[in-house]
């Protein structure tokens, strides 16, 4: 079952590097998404909307990432040969 583990940048509960060393022990880890200017609270206290527009946000960035790197790797690849 693929993995999701949001992060707040500014949380001091559970702080981004603590949350880091889940990657390499998660072999299913598909999303890493961190929060910019959020808190641990955050994910308790935001609106479902606005928590909903971030990760929508994020995810689509990530996604769009994730494309040009491919697309990169591919081009170097065809002018290569």
């Given at each position: 079952?693929?993995?999701?583990i949001f992060v707040a940048d500014d949380d001091t509960?559970?702080?981004v590097a603590k949350a880091e060393t889940l990657i390499d022990k998660l072999?299913?880890?598909k999303n890493f998404i961190r929060v910019p200017s959020a808190t641990h609270e955050y994910f308790f206290n935001e609106s479902?909307?606005?928590f909903t527009e971030q990760l929508q946000r994020e995810l689509v960035a990530q996604e769009l990432a994730?494309?040009?790197v491919a697309s990169a790797a591919t081009l170097a690849?065809?002018?290569a040969f």
């Open positions: 079952m693929p993995v999701t509960t559970c702080p072999p299913n880890l479902t909307a606005t994730a494309t040009l690849a065809v002018l």
